[in-house]
């Protein structure tokens, strides 16, 4: 089910840090956004952002393991997921798996280096996702 016309936020749930991603209006691409702190009052810093962007749909990564079963991390996005639906955001899991590698390939063949790129690599992560959701829901 695609969400409705509009820009869409693209989160890439994680324990410390939440990578977020924000598409164009019209759902061509994703681009890296900015990272907040994971864990408690995540899903509030994520409907801020989603509300000072003037997104109409969340798509939160659904990290599951190579095989395709649910992880910790699993759970703990659909957690987050549960949370954002709570406070009124229409909200889209999408399969993540891979993203965080991928953006650590291409973080790396940039030239920054693994102290300097955390929290960048998670908004990396968090634009893959929504760039693999924006271009399935073509």
């Known amino acids: 089910m695609a969400a409705r016309p ?14 977020l991603a924000v598409s164009d209006p019209d759902r061509l691409l994703a681009t890296p956004h900015d990272t907040v702190p994971g864990g408690k009052g995540a899903a509030r810093r994520v409907k801020d952002a989603h509300e000072t962007l003037g997104c109409v749909a969340v798509v939160v990564g659904l990290p599951r393991s190579l095989a395709g079963r649910d992880t910790d991390s699993t759970r703990m996005a659909r957690t987050l997921a549960d949370e954002l639906t709570a406070l009124g955001l229409e909200v889209h899991l999408h399969d993540e798996r891979l993203t965080s590698v991928q953006a ?35």
């Open 104 to 138: 650590d390939r291409a973080l790396r063949s940039s030239g920054h280096n693994a102290r300097t790129g955390k929290a960048v690599k998670d908004q990396v992560a968090a634009s893959l996702l929504l760039q693999a959701w924006l271009d399935a829901n073509r």
């Open 6 to 19: 509009g820009r869409v936020l693209g989160v890439d749930p994680g324990t410390k840090r939440v990578g």
